[in-house]
Nanobody, 120 residues
Framework: QVQFVESGGGLVQTGESLRLSCQAS????????MGWYRQVPGKQREMVAV???????DYGEFVKGRFTISRDNAKNAVYLQMTSLKPEDTALYLC??????????????WGQGTQVTVSS
């Protein structure tokens, strides 16, 4: 089981910035990837950004250079710096971790999310 502490969401105006933080604790689990996804009611959950082992990062196409993901392995934390926010970025942002158990089974865990609301 993994426990999450997510923070940083809030209400901002168009063009402003937010920094999301997620700290995950899972005992001896080592996370191959940590990332952020977002969910809007009635729409499919979509990837925002993922930070993988080796420093590989992936971003959703809609990010277009506005967001930057970073990771602190010592803290099992992942951060999302979001700039130039738009009303369409309004969503529940969820932290996700994935990896492989010692016995070979893959796992993924999700946080509860932090709400980001961008007003026009």
């Amino acid at each position: 089981q993994v426990q999450f502490v997510e923070s940083g969401g809030g209400l901002v105006q168009t063009g402003e910035s937010l920094r999301l933080s997620c700290q995950a604790s899972g005992g001896t689990l080592r996370f191959n990837a940590m990332g952020w996804y977002r969910q809007v009611p009635g729409k499919q959950r979509e990837m925002v950004a993922v930070f993988r082992t080796g420093g590989i990062t992936d971003y959703g196409e809609f990010v277009k250079g506005r967001f930057t993901i970073s990771r602190d392995n010592a803290k099992n934390a992942v951060y999302l710096q979001m700039t130039s926010l738009k009303p369409e970025d309004t969503a529940l942002y969820l932290c996700r971790v994935e990896g492989v158990h010692d016995w070979g089974a893959p796992y993924e865990y999700w946080g509860q999310g932090t709400q980001v609301t961008v007003s026009s």
